[in-house]
């Protein structure tokens, strides 16, 4: 028997999103504790760390969005989101370790520079360059495809909530990360499959 698994999470949160998709594809009994952005002291409490997600499955209290994925893989296999074959599952861990190592990169120094009294106007712009380069690169990934590895995966509930602020925008969402997201990942013509790809993942459940 399922028991409910306990999702800390907060509003507009790409990692909280990653979650979610992986959760409601797994199609797990999900209890949401709202968090506030700005008293993260339950976090606190239930992990030892302020950020979230945080899952609480029984006792069991995984953070951080990528090993939430893996765990809930581990534990519950139904509805899978890695592949079985060892060589495509291993791509997909590689994968998922270059989004969050060195596609992540550009836009979080983006912020921390625009944070700065000073900001390096031309540092930002090299890094914008950087982020919007990557948009062909995703364009030509889809190639024949659906998905981003194929099937629906742990890499696109890892991509999506950050690749499709270039297509998708809350208005009620006004932090400044998103803006940058979508101000440097400009989808156009030239990206049919990146978009369609975006709204195809859009119309996924979230828990």
């Known amino acids: ?54 899952i609480d499955d029984d006792g069991r209290v995984v953070a951080d969005s ?3 994925v893996r765990y809930l893989e581990e534990r519950y296999p139904q509805n899978p989101l890695y592949p079985q074959d060892r060589a495509r599952r291993a791509e997909m861990l590689v994968f998922i370790e270059w989004f969050n190592r060195i596609w992540k990169v550009p836009p979080n120094e983006i912020e921390k520079e625009m944070g700065r009294p000073e900001p390096d106007e031309a540092r930002i712009a090299r890094l914008g360059a950087e982020l919007t380069a990557y948009v ?25 909530p950050f690749l499709k602020y270039g297509v998708l925008h809350d208005p009620r969402d006004n932090e400044l990360f998103h803006q940058i997201l979508t ?21 996924h459940p979230r828990a």
Request: glycine share 2%; with cysteine.
């Open 136 to 160: 062909d690169l995703f364009e030509n990934m889809l190639s024949g495809r659906y998905y981003l590895m194929g099937e629906f995966s742990a890499a696109d509930c890892a991509a999506f």
């Open 1 to 54: 028997m399922v028991r409910m698994i306990r999702f800390y999470r907060i509003p507009f949160s790409t990692n909280v999103e990653r979650v979610a998709l992986a959760l409601a594809h797994k199609r797990l009994p999900v209890e949401s504790v709202a968090i506030d952005p700005a008293d993260r002291s339950v976090v606190r409490a239930v992990s030892g760390q302020e950020l979230v997600p945080v």
């Open 183 to 203: 101000q440097y990942q400009p989808m156009s013509d030239r990206h049919p499959r990146l978009t369609a790809w975006i709204h195809r993942v859009d119309r």
């Open 66 to 68: 990528t090993e939430i």
